[in-house]
């Protein structure tokens, strides 16, 4: 989900206090030491990035030629219990989630299940007529015209994927589609009811029979908070300067297709593996996912975004990327596709910022400033 919610886009305070955070790391040396073996020019980034931002802890993922060359935990998952981050710990992922659903979208293409011109009122018949010209392209690229969760949505509440349809069609259009670039959660939750409509199967399920179990990425499955994971991490959120639970959702809204995943970074290694074959979908079909969409006037969207991911240039160097942000998480994926370089960076804290870490991680290997002796 989830990028920009109200609901839970905490403000932090300009007068942080080293409360828990500071404990986490100046207290216990020995966890940090498990966690963190080799003292290099990359751990003590991230350690000190992670003091800065107050960060409880992070998971980072450093793959090279489509091989994780450091996989590496820093910090707590839980501050109450003291566990240490590990590779094997598990994050949500936040709009990170939304590759997944494009993919998805992307195989059922590539069988002539779906078009991508089709308009999505093919798939919903009582849809207003003013998504007759909405097309499958326009939802993946954001250029719907949809919007976002509306302010007086209720994230406490368990909704069916029938009720939240009928408040995504309930809002109008922002804008004629294809006529310009604005993100939409709404539209990517569409999507998910979309494949299930196609399918016959709930969008995490067919997710996890098409790319999740091909890929033997084991953790990576649909959020539930009743269910026992192992190794799961515990979201935090910063109240002035204090550090705080997560806030609760409804479990419905844990299971909608604009982000709500599990993952491990040893998972995502597989994915990033995954992304430089043909196992999941043709090259052809990631090539479109990984260009710009253009608009009606024939030019690119103007934040340069494909089907679930941006597509950036820093530095002279191409970056494939996405963000999430959901319940005391951020994560980050950059892929340096001429590199063949790929960093992510799991965080537990709501005002992290994982996407400044992994520019810089990827900056220290491109430079050759980083060893690889982190590695597990």
Known sequence: MHFFYPFFEMRTSRRILFTAVACCFATTPLALAQSNPSPDAVAQYVTSEMQRQHIPGVALLVSRDSKPIRA???????????????????????????????????????????NLDDSITKYFKDAPPAWKPVTIRHLLSHTAGFTDYPKDFDFRKDYTEDQILKIIEAIPLAFPPGSKWSYSNLGYATLGILIHRVTGKFYGDFLQQRIFRPLDMQTTRIISEADIIPNRAAGYRLVKGELKNQEWVAPALNTTADGSLYFSILDLAKWDAALYTEKILKRSSLDQMWTPAKLNNGKPNSDHYGFGWFIEEKHGHRVIAHSGAWQGFKTHISRYVDDKLTVVVLANLAEADPGKIADHVAELYIAGAAGDSGSE
């Open 72 to 114: 590496q935990g820093f910090g707590f998952s839980n501050v109450e219990l003291q566990v240490p981050v590990k590779p094997e710990t598990i994050f949500q992922s936040g709009s990170m989630g939304k590759q997944f659903t494009a993919t998805g979208i992307m195989l059922l293409v590539e069988e002539g299940k779906i």
